[in-house]
């Protein structure tokens, strides 16, 4: 059973930089397809970017694509998002998750595991 603790959130002013880490105990982690959500207040948990067992497949809701880069090191078992162009639109819980499947998914039901969460806040 995997474990996931993400770190790396705090408060930014737009067009700022910060770079997010789920750090995996527990389990196969270079196994794992992972992925990064977020839940803004008041509404649904959405899909961020997924990355494949090996980093080499990466895939990026719209609304991130070109700020956002996924990656991951498999020697470390930690996942990374790095968010640069920040938007206070950005704003949100991020969760890292993990699924048994080593593909990536945009979707909540393919993954398995969860953080507990990292706030993001992006200033104007």
């Known amino acids: 059973q995997a474990q996931l603790v993400e770190s790396g959130g705090g408060l930014v002013q737009a067009g700022g930089s910060l770079r997010l880490s789920c750090a995996a105990s527990?389990?196969?982690?270079?196994?794992?397809?992972m992925g990064w959500f977020r839940q803004a207040p008041g509404k649904e948990r959405e899909f961020v970017a997924a990355?494949?067992?090996?980093?080499?497949?990466?895939y990026y809701a719209d609304s991130v694509k070109g700020r956002f880069t996924i990656s991951r090191d498999n020697a470390k078992n930690t996942v990374y998002l790095q968010m640069n162009s920040l938007k206070p639109e950005d704003t949100a819980v991020y969760y890292c998750?993990?699924?048994?499947?080593?593909?990536?998914?945009?979707?909540?039901?393919?993954?398995?595991?969860w953080g507990q969460g990292t706030q993001v806040s992006v200033s104007s």
């Open positions: 998750a993990a699924g048994y499947s080593g593909n990536y998914y945009y979707t909540e039901i393919k993954y398995h595991y």
């Open positions: 527990g389990a196969t982690f270079s196994s794992y397809g």
């Open positions: 990355i494949n067992w090996s980093g080499r497949s990466t």
